[in-house]
């Protein structure tokens, strides 16, 4: 007995923890139902290429635009298929690999960027601090889908560029809350302390600025990636986003549009995945806000909304 | 407030200018107009006359000149698509794509209005949870899923409304649903927390302890006060409505400002595109000082400060 009372003192700090953390999340049953959807999601953009290798893109023309729900073809045909008698799911699950990582690498550079140009303009301020902002204004001050459309316009739309536009229409949401973060951090009592002992401005911003940034900066991230994922469809599907050979929701949505009265299920089982996907990254963002912090929570709110 | 506008003015003067500079030498990165604009097979003599009628054989830092001097004559260019002035037919399509706009604005304020306070009545409730998980779903779906589903639904299957055109009412259902949606959902997520901060003041205390009905603590003491926040996003989700434009007139075929943008992007009619860019920016610019002076009516505190 007090053998065992020992061992489970000890592992306290990190089993109960992650026991407490699962348990509430079983609790909250959207926010379980969520997870479990995104691991099937994330589980397709891992292994979906290796384990279907060519399914979404062999060619049938026996089964052009077959109904879904009947499993005559194989299970692969489950959803139906489209105008060239592919696989509406081996598409689907291909397609999550760059619908996914292009929302993912968007928000990883905008972030960074961000993040950067925001702890210039805190920190240092000056002139360099009030033309940074100043930009951001006026990136701010434009439609996010507008810029996007005219600057593909000029580049070609190649994943690299898509991805590129993307983080740009954003970069200013992170700009704006790593300033404001910093500003307020700036004047804290360890900040001078180091400053007293002779760090170096560039040390002060990373190493006693910036980890005390960083938690609401990837929260706001997680947040940004369903919006991000959002605005990669809606420029797929108006043909300034990537282009055919290459498989993504939005793509498909925009491709399956012509077929409408003929074979609704070309269209409808993409835009229900980036809907199902989006709306589970919202409720787990929403449930690891609340369950991590209820304190912090009223800022992201204000962010979100002023996004 | 004079100065404030003033100095807004001259901030947004800067910007647009800054707007007008990308755009216009965005566009001339694509490539010499005459390469883009004529036949690959049109004869050397006539490549020269078409890009001297239209100045493409200046420098461009020159044209910038010429395209700024004719700006400040509400010159804009010709469209060479259409062959009519850009200008007029960015005019021609704004009416549209505002009246859109309008609609989508009042029915998501009014529904997300009256369902956040009432879901901030009683956090947690029945309501609250089927309020946030619809809300949530709003602000997460692609609106141009919403437009092909409704296209579906009530155009291929039950055959009630029609798919493209503005002719009558009906054709206005489909476009204006795409467009409120998502600013709904995300306004309903601000009115809720704005509230909760709200009802939780001492102010609704008072009034509570004071024996003040339900209904009026909601609508006339909480709101009020939460409206601020709800009023900044608005403003926010309207100068985004063009994103939302863009897509619900591509699919239903609606002449408005955003259709004119995709068409003029695809066939790369510079003149539109820009007439359409800084009509579009200044009309953002006026909504914002409307906002800001809406602010200022209904907080005491900005009109003094």
């Known amino acids: 007995m007090p053998a065992a009372t020992t061992v489970s003192r000890a592992t306290k700090p990190t089993v109960p923890f992650l026991r407490d953390t699962l348990l509430a999340l079983w609790r909250d049953k959207l926010a379980f139902i969520s997870t479990m959807f995104l691991l099937i999601v994330l589980f397709a953009v891992a292994f979906g290429p290796s384990l279907l290798p060519d399914a979404a893109l ?61 702890l210039i303009a805190g ?18 001050s434009f439609p996010s889908l507008l810029l996007a459309l005219i600057v593909l316009f000029v580049l070609s739309p190649q994943i690299s560029n898509v991805v590129l536009v993307l983080a740009l229409s954003r970069v200013a949401v992170y700009l704006r809350t790593c300033r404001a973060e910093v500003l307020e951090v700036r004047e804290r009592q360890f900040v001078s302390a180091a400053r007293a002992l002779g760090a170096s401005p560039l040390r002060i911003a990373l190493v006693h600025i910036l980890p005390n940034v960083l938690p609401t900066l990837v929260t706001l991230a997680t947040l940004e990636f369903a919006a991000m994922m959002l605005a990669e469809s809606s420029l797929s599907f108006l043909g300034l986003g990537v282009q055919a050979p ?23 089982w993409p835009g229900l995945a980036i809907s199902l996907t989006a709306i589970s990254l919202n409720l787990l963002a929403n449930w690891v806000r609340t369950v991590t912090d209820p304190s912090q929570s009223w800022r992201l709110e204000a962010r979100r909304a002023n996004s | 407030m004079l100065p404030y506008l003033r100095q807004r003015f001259f901030q947004s003067a800067i910007s647009l200018l800054g707007l007008i500079v990308i755009v216009f030498f965005l566009a001339r990165l694509t490539g010499d107009p005459t390469d883009l604009l004529l036949p690959v097979d049109t004869p050397a003599s006539v490549r020269e006359e078409f890009a001297q009628r239209h100045g493409f054989d200046q420098p461009v830092i020159v044209q ?42 009042t029915i998501s ?28 779903a709003g602000a997460s779906i692609p609106n141009f899923w919403i437009a092909i589903v409704g296209v579906l639904v009530f155009a291929v299957w039950l055959r009630v409304l029609p798919t493209s055109g503005t002719g009558t009412p009906w054709h206005w259902i489909l476009p204006v649903t795409v467009l409120f949606v998502r600013p709904c959902g995300l306004l309903t997520q601000v009115v809720r927390s704005s509230m909760l901060a709200a009802l939780s003041s001492a102010y609704v205390k008072t009034a509570k302890a004071r024996g003040v009905k339900t209904r009026s603590i909601i609508f006339v003491h909480a709101l009020r006060n939460a409206m601020l926040p709800v009023i900044t996003v608005a403003a926010d989700q309207a100068a985004g409505m063009i994103n939302g434009a863009v897509i619900a007139e591509t699919v239903f075929g609606f002449p408005g400002i955003g259709k004119l ?41 900005v009109r003094h400060n």
């Open chain 1, 246 to 268: 290459a498989v993504t929701w939005g793509l498909m949505v925009a491709e399956g549009r012509g077929y409408l009265s003929s074979a609704w299920w070309l269209s409808f």
């Open chain 1, 58 to 118: 062999q060619m049938n023309l026996r089964a052009r635009n077959a109904p879904p729900f009947s499993i005559d073809r194989g299970w692969l045909y489950v959803l139906g298929s489209d105008n060239l008698g592919r696989s509406l799911l081996a598409r689907l699950i291909i397609g999550s690999r760059y619908t996914l990582l292009i929302a993912g690498a968007a928000v990883l550079l905008s972030m960074v960027c961000g993040t950067i140009l925001g």
């Open chain 2, 261 to 301: 943008l995709i068409d003029s992007i695809l066939f790369r009619d510079f003149a539109v595109i820009q007439a359409a860019v800084l009509v579009t920016a200044i009309a953002i610019f006026v909504l914002n000082v409307v906002v800001d002076i809406l602010y200022s009516i209904l907080d005491p505190r």
């Open chain 1, 123 to 140: 920190y240092r301020g000056g002139r360099i601090g009030t033309v940074i902002m100043r930009a951001a204004d006026m990136l701010m």
């Open chain 2, 64 to 105: 910038f000149g010429y395209y700024l001097a004719n700006l400040l004559r509400f010159d804009f260019g010709q469209s060479l698509h259409q062959n009519a002035p850009a200008l007029d037919l960015v005019l021609h399509a704004m009416p549209t794509t505002l009246l859109l706009a309008f609609w989508a604005m």
């Open chain 2, 109 to 136: 304020l009014l529904i997300a209005v009256v369902a956040g306070a009432m879901a901030a009545w009683r956090p947690g409730g029945l309501f609250d949870r089927i309020a946030s998980l619809i809300s949530l």
